[in-house]
């Protein structure tokens, strides 16, 4: 079956080391994204993808990074971990095409914890 | 930016009632709706998408457009504990693949 998967699941780190969790996803989705999830602020786009090579800015996209070499691959950076960035982040794909919105299958989530 | 905005809750319904969430958007040109469920830990799952004004029914779930008060609702019959958890409220963004989510409202079923 196909799947989306998160990796680590948990992870704790210090301010200002560079983290990368990784997404991947079985659904051969052309469009990838990263969201975190906060206690009152519901999920927040950080970056996302619409295909190989193509990155693009959410609405939260500072201190954090993506690149995307393969369908399949959507890592997301923090280039200098802030405590700020303490957070659970969940990975999404879809397989909207010609404009149409599909629906987002999201990862397990990584929780992540900045000291 | 388009906004879809849900009370926070909590909204709390015992057993077996009918829990009715609500959630309204900023942007006349979105012709699309989904509403997503979380379980406390667990990632988001979608339960509905609605295209069309009016009512969609699957199972006990019935998800509610009114295109011309920017306004969609999900409703669910004969609650059960297991349907308690968070649900969030989505639309597509202008142009794009991008999906827009409210900031989710906490359902609670008293057994």
């Known amino acids: 079956d196909a799947e989306i998967t998160q990796s680590p699941r948990h992870k704790i780190t210090e301010t200002g080391r560079q983290v990368t969790l990784a997404c991947h996803q079985t659904?051969?989705?052309?469009?990838m994204f990263w969201y975190r999830q906060d206690l009152g602020h519901g999920l927040r786009l950080i970056h996302y993808?619409?295909?190989?090579?193509?990155?693009n800015k959410g609405e939260v996209s500072d201190g954090y990074s993506v690149s995307r070499s393969n369908t399949e691959d959507l890592p997301l950076t923090l280039e200098s971990a802030a405590s700020s960035q303490t957070s659970v982040y969940f990975c999404?794909?879809?397989?909207?095409?010609?404009?149409?919105?599909?629906?987002?299958?999201f990862g397990p989530g990584t929780r992540l914890t900045v000291l | 930016q388009k906004e879809v905005e849900q009370n926070s809750g909590p909204l709390s319904v015992p057993e077996g009632a009918i829990a009715s969430l609500n959630c309204t958007y900023s942007?006349?040109?979105?012709?699309?709706f989904f509403w997503y469920r979380q379980y406390s830990g667990k990632s988001p799952e979608l339960i509905m998408s609605?295209?069309?004004?009016g009512d969609k029914e699957d199972g006990r779930f019935t998800a509610q457009l009114n295109k011309a008060s920017q306004y969609v609702s999900l409703l669910i019959r004969d609650s059960q504990p297991s349907d308690s958890a968070t649900y969030l409220c989505?639309?597509?963004?202008?142009?794009?693949?991008?999906?827009?989510f409210g900031a989710g409202t906490r359902l609670f079923v008293k057994a």
């Open positions: 942007d006349r040109v979105s012709q699309s």
């Open positions: 609605i295209y069309s004004n």
């Open positions: 659904w051969n989705h052309n469009n």
């Open positions: 989505a639309a597509p963004s202008t142009g794009g693949f991008k999906t827009i």
């Open positions: 999404a794909s879809s397989g909207g095409t010609s404009g149409t919105t599909d629906t987002q299958y």
């Open positions: 993808s619409y295909g190989v090579h193509d990155t």
